[in-house]
C-alpha cells in the first residue's frame, strides 16, 4: 500500500507565500518523477510543476518565476515553494508521483488526496 500525504495548504493574501509538501510512503522500490497539479473550481486539473529523481525541474508558464519545486530524495518527499500568489492561484493542489513497490516492479502513478490553497484579501 502506497500514500501520499499533502500538507502546507491555506488562507493567504495576494503577493504571499506558501509551501507545499507531499511524503509518499508505504511498501515503496523506488520513486521516479514526481509532480504537482491543481484543480481550481469549475476547471480541469492542470500540470503545474515536476521533477525528475535526478532533479530535472519543469513548470508550467503560468507559474514560471513564482513556484518552485523541489524532492528530498531521502525523505519520499517533494515540494512546491509559491511566492507571490495570486487569487488566480486557487485551487486544490495534489501531488503525484511514479511508484514501483515492493511487490509490483512496475511503475504505477499514484495521487493525493488534496490540499486547498486559497489566495484571498
Known amino acids: 500500500q502506497v500514500q501520499l500525504v499533502e500538507s502546507g495548504g491555506g488562507l493567504v493574501q495576494p503577493g504571499g507565500s506558501l509551501r507545499l509538501s507531499c511524503a509518499a510512503s508505504?511498501?515503496?522500490?523506488?520513486?521516479?518523477?514526481m509532480g504537482w497539479y491543481r484543480q481550481a473550481p469549475g476547471k480541469q486539473r492542470e500540470w503545474v510543476a515536476d521533477?525528475?529523481?535526478?532533479?530535472?525541474?519543469d513548470h508550467a508558464d503560468s507559474v514560471k518565476g513564482r513556484f518552485t519545486i523541489s524532492r528530498d530524495n531521502a525523505k519520499k518527499t517533494v515540494y512546491l515553494q509559491m511566492n507571490s500568489l495570486e487569487p488566480e492561484d486557487t485551487a486544490i493542489y495534489y501531488c503525484?508521483?511514479?511508484?514501483?513497490?515492493?511487490?509490483?516492479?512496475?511503475?504505477?502513478?499514484?495521487w493525493g488526496q488534496g490540499t486547498q490553497v486559497t489566495v484571498s484579501s
Open positions: 521533477i525528475t529523481s535526478g532533479g530535472n525541474t
Open positions: 508505504g511498501s515503496i522500490f523506488s520513486i521516479n518523477a
Open positions: 503525484s508521483a511514479q511508484i514501483q513497490t515492493m511487490v509490483a516492479r512496475r511503475w504505477v502513478d499514484y
